[in-house]
C-alpha cells in the first residue's frame, strides 16, 4: 500500500502567479467604529510563481485584508485579484479556498481532533480516501519535524506553541496547494522558536517552491522571508515593492526609511554571507617554514602579520612581522591565538558583529574541513556593500514603482535558512 | 414516618394511581414536551449561534416563556385548548388533560435549549471559525464538524435546565387532571393527606435528579477527547507533554 509513494516526501508541485490589479476595499464608516480591518487603497502587484512576497507595514495598513481577498474571506470593493491569469472572483468560494493554503497567527487548530485529522482537513473536503489522507498527514509531520508515531494521534492541547504552529503549517500544505497564504504565522510563539520555525520555513520552501504571501508587522521578519516586500502604510497604500535589499538600499520614502529603521545599514548586511565577498588569496605561512623566508616575504605586503597554517592548511594563528625568528623554523606556539573563524554562510551582519566583538580587524573564513579560504575586514565589508549598494542605485532609477518587474538580483543573495556557523576562537586584543 | 409507610404499602406500587405509572406519565410528558421544545429550540438556537442574526430578538421572545409562570399558561391556554377541540378534532379530555400542560412545559423548555444552543456556538474560539472557512469548509459543515462538537457539551447544559424545570413543572398536569405525579401531590392537599404529598414531592425531586445525573453523564460523553480533562482515562494515557490550557487551540 505504500510502495508507490516512498521517496519524495512532497511532490514539487505547480506555484500560481498571484496579481493584485488595482484592488481597493473600503469600508464604511459603521465598520470603522466597530474596529473593522484596516481598508486598502488601490493596490497593484504582481508575485511570480514560487516566490515568498511579504506584505508589512503597521498595524491598521490593510495587509491582513489583503491577504484575506486572496482566498475570498473579504472581497474587495473594486480591482481584481487573478492567479495565474484567471480573475477569482468567478470561482467558486470553497473550491479556492481548498487549493489555497491558509496559515493563522492563532493556528486555528481544531481542538477536537488529532493531529492527523487536523493536518487531513482539505483532503478530507477533496474526498480523498482514509489511507491516503492518513499517508498524507504522516508524510507532512515527518516533513516539519514532527515523528508521526508519536504526534499523529495527539490532541492540539497537548503540544507546544511551536508545534502547533507547524502543525499549521503542515495542514495548508496537506493538499499540496500551490499558493499559501500565511497571516503572521510565527507571530504567537518566543523569539527563539520563532526564529528556528522561520529558518525551517525557508529550507522547506527552498524543495516546495510555493507562491506564498506572508503577512507580518517585523520588519526584521520581512527581510528575512521575502524575495519581495510590499510595504503597506496606514489607509492601505503600497509604499513600495520590491526585494528587501532594494528597499533597504534605497527607501522609496521617508516613511519606508523610517519602517525599515535607521539600522537599514546592518539590515542589509544581514542578507548577504561572507560567501558573496570576493576572497583573494591570501599569504600564509605553513608550520615548518624557514623564519628568514618568511621574514624576507613578510616585507611584500603591508599587512603587519602573517597567518600560519597547518599542513592541511587549517589556520592555526597569526605571527605578529616583529615576532618573526631571525633563524629556525616557524612553530604553532609562536602565533597569536585566532581571531573568529567565519564560514562562507555566516551573514556579513553577524561577520562584523564578530569581528568588531573580538576587537579585531581581520575574521578567518575556512571550509567545512577547517581548511583556509580567505580573510575577511572590516574594511572589505564597508568597500564591498558600498559598491553594491552604487551599482544597485542605478538600476533601481527608472523603475516602475509598483511592477512586477522588481526581480533583478534576488538571484544569489539568499541568506539562507542554515543560521550563523561562524566559530569565533576567542580572539587577542591584539591579534590582527 | 408516614411518608415510609406510605412507600412501603404495596397498594401504592401497583395499578393506574401505583408509582410505575404515575412515573411512566410524568415522564411520557416531559419527554414530548422536551421534544417539542428541542424541535424549537434547538434550530432557531443554532441558526442564531451560528449567524449571530437577529439572536437579541430570538432571545427576548423565548425568555418570555420563562417569564410567565407555567399556572398562568395553563389557566390561559385551557380555554382555547377546549374550543378548538371541535374544530381540529381532537377528544375535549386531551384537550382538558393535555394540551395545556404540554404547551406550558414546551414553552418553558424552549428558551434554556436556545440560549444555551446560541451560547455555545457563540464560545467557539472564533479563529477556528475563521481557520476552517478559510481552508474551505462550508458554512453547515463548520456548524457540524466545528461548532456543535466544540459546544455539545453546552448544548446538553441547556437540555439539563430544561430537563429539570419540566419534571418540575409537570405536576401542574394534575390540576387539570391529567396524572403523573403530581396527582399524589394535588390528591394529598385535596384529602389533607400529607404523606401523599411529600411522597409526591420526594418522587418528582428523585426523578429529577435521576434524570439529570443522566443528562450529565451524557454530557461528558459527549464532550470531544481533545478538549477533556487530561485526568480523564484515555487521555491521560497520551498526555506526555505539560499541559497547556485545553480548548482554544491556541
Known sequence: MHSQTTGHAVSRSRAATVEFDHVTKHYDSVQNRRGAAGAVDDLSFTVPAGKICVLVGPSGCGKTTSLKM???????????????????????????????????????????????????????????????????????????????????????AQLSGGERQRVGV???????????????????????????????????????????????HDIDE??????????????????????????????????????????????????????????????????????????????????????????????????????IPEEGALTADQAVPMSPRLDRRTTLKDALSLLLDANVQAGVVVDRHGALVGVVTVDEIAAWMRQRNASLGETVEGRDGTGASAEGGTEDRRAGPHGVDAHPAPAAADSP | ?????????????????????????????????????????????LYIGHTGRAANLAINIANIGRAIPSYAVLVMLLPISLGLAPTLGYSPTIGLRII???????????????????????????????AGRGQGLREGQILRGIEIPLASSVIVGGFRTAALQVIATATIGAIVSYGGLGRYIIDGIARNDLPRVV????????????????????????????????????FTELAEVPQPAAGGGV
Open chain 1, 70 to 156: 486572496v482566498n475570498r474571506l473579504i472581497e474587495p470593493t473594486s480591482g481584481r485579484i487573478r492567479i495565474d491569469s484567471v480573475d477569482i472572483s468567478t470561482r467558486e468560494r470553497t473550491e479556492l479556498r481548498r487549493g489555497i493554503g491558509y496559515v493563522i497567527q492563532q493556528v486555528g487548530l481544531f481542538p477536537h481532533q488529532t493531529i492527523e485529522e487536523n493536518v487531513a482537513t482539505v483532503p478530507r473536503l477533496l474526498g480523498w480516501q482514509t489511507a491516503r489522507r492518513r499517508e498524507r498527514a504522516h508524510e507532512l509531520l515527518a516533513l516539519i519535524g514532527l515523528d508521526p508515531a508519536k504526534y499523529a494521534r495527539r490532541y492540539p
Open chain 1, 170 to 216: 503542515a495542514r495548508a500544505l496537506a493538499a499540496d496547494p500551490p499558493i499559501m497564504l500565511m497571516d503572521e504565522p510565527f507571530g504567537a510563539v518566543d523569539p527563539i522558536v520563532r526564529e528556528r520555525l522561520q529558518n525551517e520555513f525557508l529550507r522547506l520552501q527552498e524543495d516546495l517552491a510555493k507562491t506564498i504571501l506572508f503577512v507580518t
Open chain 1, 222 to 323: 520581512a527581510i528575512k522571508m521575502g524575495d519581495l516586500v510590499a510595504v503597506l502604510e496606514v489607509g492601505g497604500k503600497l509604499a513600495q515593492f520590491g526585494p528587501p535589499e532594494e528597499m533597504l538600499a534605497n527607501p522609496a520614502s521617508d516613511f519606508v526609511a523610517r519602517f525599515v529603521g535607521t539600522d537599514r545599514g546592518l539590515k542589509l548586511l544581514s542578507l548577504f554571507r561572507v560567501g558573496h565577498l570576493p576572497m583573494a588569496e591570501f599569504p600564509t605561512v605553513r608550520v615548518g617554514d624557514d623564519a628568514g623566508t618568511a621574514r624576507r616575504r613578510s616585507r611584500t605586503h603591508a599587512f603587519p602579520y602573517e597567518l600560519l597554517v597547518d599542513d592541511g592548511r587549517r589556520p592555526i594563528g597569526w605571527i605578529p612581522d616583529k615576532a
Open chain 2, 1 to 45: 414516618m408516614d411518608v415510609i409507610a406510605w412507600f412501603t404499602d404495596p397498594a401504592h406500587w401497583s395499578g393506574f394511581d401505583g408509582i410505575p405509572t404515575r412515573i411512566a406519565e410524568h415522564l411520557v410528558l416531559c419527554a414530548a414536551a422536551l421534544l417539542a421544545a428541542t424541535l424549537i429550540g434547538l434550530p432557531i438556537g
Open chain 2, 100 to 130: 395545556p400542560t404540554f404547551l406550558a412545559m414546551a414553552l418553558l423548555a424552549i428558551p434554556p435549549i436556545l440560549v444555551n444552543a446560541y451560547a455555545g456556538l457563540q464560545s467557539v474560539d472564533r479563529d477556528l471559525i475563521e
Open chain 2, 199 to 234: 411522597a409526591g414531592a420526594v418522587l418528582v425531586a428523585g426523578l429529577a435528579i435521576a434524570i439529570d445525573l443522566a443528562l450529565a453523564g451524557l454530557q461528558r460523553l459527549l464532550t470531544p477527547r481533545g478538549l477533556r480533562r487530561p485526568t480523564t482515562r484515555g
